[in-house]
């Protein structure tokens, strides 16, 4: 009898759709691998499964019974457990008392038990032949490798019979990624269930029994894991697109170098970036998510520190002063990630919104042109198709897609020609998205150069002219013509060893 | 697919795989520590000063004379402390001592069995209007500062129509509480020791480390299986326990009622935690530290006293002090954030 059984499960994030027909099935003993793109529904689903939310429709049933666990702790009491990529650990307590977190052994006093519990730590990861760790070191101190391995200690501690491992191997160096792999077919072999999400699919093929594949919030199918293709999966994974949705691509870059970049490097997350950004070129970064795409928007940005040479049209610019300071037709405009922390004042008016990082453009001897102002604003909104009331509605009250427009006027009005795109149409509406890819292919043809990061596959295939793919932080593959497809990019982000 | 043979052999541990991070080492421990450190410097310096330009100040008399003068603000700083380590504020422990030292000052009469279930009353709705407290920032998402704004203005509100001036009056006993003696010390400074006693019971226990946990990061606490709302509950029920509690010990020091006195204790008692090296930021900190800040705000006020200058030196020493220890906690975590990268 099946283990875990789920059927036509679904949940909404407002009006979202983040799953809306899950079907999966898994036997105790076995390594069940869980495939599909960003945004597939995947975390949604082990979320679930793990009790961090909790679902709207359809049914999962443990040991054929009813399961809807209200929070992790009802999870925790029916024997699932989840090794987050998000970390649950505390920072600010030991490495022990993590593991043991709220299930501490305790003395009569109710205090907590540290003999028992060192004894346990030490127990516990001497039976799972953990990399050396010191149980009493205070999480904070410790490097992403070492956390993962301790939120992994920490799932085991609580003896589970379901093990959600996601995305567990990411963070860890080859060594240790090679110790989880023998350590979940160990678990299997033991008689639990290991729910496993990889992107690597080596990975997925070294230990995995089963596996079953997700696209837009549904099931598409399931398989052994001996009975299927790579290219079948990763035709799976994608399935079809409409692409009526994206502008005629015409190649408008020229000879010209807008942006160079030189071993760029930041961190853990970025080593070795080169790429040159031409004029009129759109310069698509994809690759799954977290190898390195957000770390080298922020170092080229100046966001954090980073290490490398950038050039601007030629002329080398310092890296880790933030480029705002560098406005004007030399200068570098970014989309943000977060509108609406980063890049949109939510209580100002669409007017101000769009004219306050460039208010030098049209004072007057230190006063502010009114006219000045209006003729740019009333340029932009036309330019754009802001659809607001007036200039003066707060940019709070507008819709995703033209809070999102306004980011872009207020780029555009900096002047700068090479703009970083992060993820522009998160959250967009569909139409909406359509207007900037036709935008971003306008502003190319008038000699922007746009580098542009999608977490949504389909958008780089359609509207970048070439497409860098990143794993682990370095630039796996450039992909140009008619190599540039979804399967190829995957293929780059996943299957193909670089040359050793 | 992963063979019977794989699973089946021995694990290797990887042998030169070894911790990365290096042994925190006695500095490392000392930055650390830095800000309580620091504390104790200060109090020692004042300690020292105060005992060069008065006499007697080395002596069990003077202990107990000055931990009776910071005992009150010492159990409202205790709750702050707990609030702190949630990575909240409290504010609405002003309105609960003024309307504490109220209602003692109010219904406290000779006959002890009454006194005492009216103590008893006044500890139980301190708890009961955290909770609440802790119930509304949980339920309405609200911000702690703000809800405990509120909550201090309407508790103050309370205390005022109960009694509007200064006055009323405590039982003779009841004042006489504070001298009581136990081999030379007199009770605030056996209190000083219950309070060190619970705050090590109590940080051991899983609701002292939930709170702290919560504190350190409220997203990790909640996949770790913590209920937010039941800690929010604890932690400001907590707290206007001991502010409930600050209000019992005041009222022997004024022997009346006061329904504006409690103000006097809201800031202090973040400073002195602050002074105490608690973290304003959740997660860190301990209650020593917040009894030394306690200490050290109480005796600038003595300090000041036998200097012969205008009392109103207490405040603007109060804040230079206050400065420097956020000046030396920050010093201290950027320095052992460097030593960790």
């Known amino acids: 009898m099946d283990l875990v059984t789920v059927t036509g499960l679904s949940k909404r994030y407002g009006g979202i759709v983040a799953l809306s027909d899950a079907t999966f099935s898994a036997r105790a003993g076995e390594v069940h691998a869980l495939l599909g793109e960003n945004g597939a529904g995947k975390s949604t689903f082990i979320q679930i499964l793990s009790g961090a939310v909790q679902h709207d429709g359809g049914s ?147 230990i995995a029994d089963r596996l079953t594949i997700f696209r837009n919030g549904a099931t598409v199918a399931a398989h052994e894991a001996n009975a299927v293709s790579d290219t079948e999966i990763v035709t799976q994974m994608i399935g079809r697109h409409l692409d009526r949705l994206y502008p005629e691509r015409v190649a408008t870059a020229t000879d010209r170098v807008a942006l160079r970049v030189e071993g760029l490097s930041s961190g853990s997350r970025l ?70 922390g980063q890049g949109l004042l939510l209580t100002k008016s669409v007017r101000e919104n769009l004219t306050l990082s460039v208010i030098r453009r049209f004072t007057e001897n230190g006063l502010l042109s009114r006219q000045k102002e209006a003729a740019l604003v009333k340029e932009m909104v036309d330019f754009l198709r802001i659809k607001a009331g007036t200039p003066e509605q707060l940019a709070g009250t507008l819709s995703g897609g033209n809070q999102q427009k306004v980011i872009f006027g207020k780029m555009l009005l900096t002047q700068a020609r090479v703009l970083l795109l992060y993820d522009p149409t998160r959250g967009v509406d569909v139409g909406t998205k359509g207007e900037i890819f036709q935008l971003m292919r306008d502003l190319a043809a008038k000699g922007y150069a746009i580098l542009f990061h999608s977490s949504d596959m389909p958008e780089l295939v359609h509207v970048a002219d070439r497409v860098m793919v990143m794993r682990d932080g370095r630039v796996a593959a450039t992909l140009e013509g008619d190599r540039i497809s979804e399967a190829g990019i995957l293929r780059a982000a996943m299957l193909e060893r670089e040359a050793a | 697919m992963a063979s019977a043979e794989q699973t089946g052999e021995t694990m290797q541990r990887p042998a030169d795989m070894k911790s990365t991070t290096p042994a925190i080492g006695w500095r490392g421990r000392a930055l650390d520590r830095a800000p309580f450190l620091v504390a104790c410097l200060m109090l020692a310096l004042i300690v020292g000063i105060y005992g060069s330009l008065q006499s007697g100040v080395f002596t069990l008399d003077e202990l107990n004379l ?276």
């Open chain 2, 66 to 341: 000055d931990t009776a003068a910071a005992m009150t603000l010492m159990l409202a700083a205790t709750g702050q402390t707990i609030v702190l380590l949630r990575g909240g504020i409290d504010l609405s422990i002003g309105g609960m001592i003024s309307l504490g030292t109220v209602i003692a000052a109010t219904r406290f009469t000779d006959d002890p069995s009454t006194t005492a279930l009216w103590a008893l009353a006044i500890l139980a709705l301190g708890f009961v209007i955290g909770a609440l407290n802790g119930l509304l920032i949980s339920l309405l998402k609200l911000q702690p500062f703000l809800v405990t704004l509120a909550t201090w203005s309407i508790l103050n509100g309370v205390a005022m129509i109960i009694l509007p001036t200064d006055g009323g009056s405590v039982p003779s006993w009841w004042v006489g509480f504070a001298s009581t003696q136990l081999f030379g010390l007199t009770s605030p400074v056996w209190m000083l020791l219950v309070l060190l006693l619970f705050w090590w019971w109590f940080r051991a226990t899983r609701v002292g480390i939930s709170i702290q946990a919560t504190g350190s990061n409220e997203k990790s606490a909640f996949l770790s299986g913590v209920s937010i709302t039941r800690v929010n509950l604890v932690t400001y029920g907590l707290s206007g326990l001991f502010a409930a509690g600050a209000a019992l010990f005041l009222v022997t020091q004024t022997g009346a009622g006061s329904p504006t006195i409690g103000k006097d204790y809201i800031l202090p008692s973040v400073a002195a935690a602050v002074i105490g090296g608690v973290s304003l930021f959740g997660g860190r900190g301990h209650l020593a530290g917040t009894l030394i800040g306690a200490f050290v705000l109480t005796l600038i006020g003595n300090l000041v006293f036998v200097l012969h200058v205008s009392s109103y030196w207490q405040p603007v020493a109060s804040g230079v002090i206050l400065l420097l220890s956020v000046l030396a906690s920050s010093v201290a975590e950027k320095a052992a954030r460097g030593r960790v990268q």
């Open chain 1, 60 to 206: 999962i049933l443990v040991d054929g019974q009813d399961y809807r666990p209200v929070n992790p702790d009802a999870a925790q009491a029916r024997g699932i457990a989840a090794v987050f990529q998000e970390l649950s650990l505390v920072p600010d307590l030991s490495v022990e008392q993590n593991i043991w977190f709220r299930h501490e052994p305790r003395t009569w006093l109710g205090t907590v038990n540290r003999a028992e519990m060192r004894r346990k730590t030490l127990a516990l990861l001497e039976k799972y032949n953990f990399p050396a760790l010191r149980p009493d070191q205070e999480l904070r101190r410790l490097t992403l490798a070492e956390r993962q391995i301790v939120e992994i200690a920490k799932g085991l501690a609580k003896d589970p019979r379901i093990l959600i491992l996601d995305e567990a191997t990411s963070a860890l160096p080859a060594r240790e990624a090679e110790w989880l792999l023998k350590l979940t077919r160990q678990l299997a072999a033991e008689g639990r269930l290991v729910i496993f999400i990889s992107h690597r699919m080596a990975e997925v093929r070294a």
């Open chain 1, 271 to 340: 080593s070795g970036v080169d790429f040159a950004l031409r004029e009129g070129e759109v310069l698509g970064v994809g690759g799954l998510q977290g190898h390195g795409q957000r770390e080298l928007f922020q170092a080229l940005f100046g966001a954090s520190r980073a290490s490398g040479a950038v050039k601007l049209w030629g002329k080398p610019v310092s890296i880790n002063n933030p480029r705002q300071a560098l406005t004007g037709r030399d200068g570098i405009a970014l989309v943000p990630e977060d509108r609406r």
